[in-house]
T-cell receptor, first 112, second 114 residues
Framework: KNQVEQSPQSLIILEGKNCTLQCNYTVSPFSNLRWYKQDTGRGPVSLTIMTFSENTKSNGRYTATLDADTKQSSLHITASQLSDSASYICVVSAYSNYQLIWGAGTKLIIKP | DTAVSQTPKYLVTQMGNDKSIKCEQNLGHDTMYWYKQDSKKFLKIMFSYNNKELIINETVPNRFSPKSPDKAHLNLHINSLELGDSAVYFC?????????????FGPGTRLTVT
């Protein structure tokens, strides 16, 4: 069964600190992996999209990594800011049926 | 300018009623989608639609129906609302139906069925 699991479920860090969020998936055949940021009360906004051949991609202070062999991805946030408080969702696309499989997200809270 | 917009933002209604949620995108995209986000925060695709093809998630009850008057609009009609329909519904659009393309999401409509 195609699944995406994220950890931790929630995370609280101090402003200025770094953090790493994890995503494990069992989606096959793999097409691409995305990280979205969802602010409370808003729709998800894409941060990165990675295909099978890409193992790292950055978007400002956000850096995503992908290990297609172990089916793991991480999202690293550098020098966190209060505006980074949001849910971060890992989404994996399967080739076979154009399906997007969504993780439940990690709720990140940045404290001053 | 808002890229993907939805109305209303909040919708409270009683069981058994019929309601609609409207979605508009001004990105010139060919494909639009409806998602349901449940209380556990999972987003589940309900429909994807372009002017050629409607793809329905087979788990979606037939009480839900998308209606597209033109390429920029995809409305969601829900008949005979049930308590379990309470959720946040997101509209999205992309350049193509191929899931390799980025999807742009609207702000969501929180539906509460009492």
């Amino acid at each position: 069964k195609n699944q995406v699991e994220q950890s931790p479920q929630s995370l609280i860090i101090l402003e200025g600190k770094n953090c790493t969020l994890q995503c494990n998936y069992t989606v096959s055949p793999f097409s691409n992996l995305r990280w979205y940021k969802q602010d409370t009360g808003r729709g998800p906004v894409s941060l990165t999209i990675m295909t099978f051949s890409e193992n790292t991609k950055s978007n400002g202070r956000y850096t995503a990594t992908l290990d297609a062999d172990t089916k793991q991805s991480s999202l690293h946030i550098t020098a966190s800011q209060l505006s980074d408080s949001a849910s971060y969702i890992c989404v994996v696309s399967a080739y076979s049926n154009y399906q997007l499989i969504w993780g439940a997200g990690t709720k990140l809270i940045i404290k001053p | 300018d808002t890229a993907v917009s939805q109305t209303p933002k909040y919708l409270v209604t009683q069981m058994g009623n019929d309601k609609s949620i409207k979605c508009e995108q001004n990105l010139g995209h060919d494909t639009m989608y409806w998602y349901k986000q449940d209380s556990k925060k999972f987003l589940k695709i309900m429909f994807s639609y372009n002017n050629k093809e409607l793809i329905i998630n087979e788990t979606v009850p037939n009480r839900f129906s998308p209606k597209s008057p033109d390429k920029a609009h995809l409305n969601l009609h829900i008949n005979s609302l049930e308590l379990g329909d309470s959720a946040v519904y997101f509209c999205a659009s992309s350049d193509d139906g191929d899931f390799a393309y980025e999807q742009y999401f609207g702000p969501g409509t929180r539906l509460t069925v009492t």
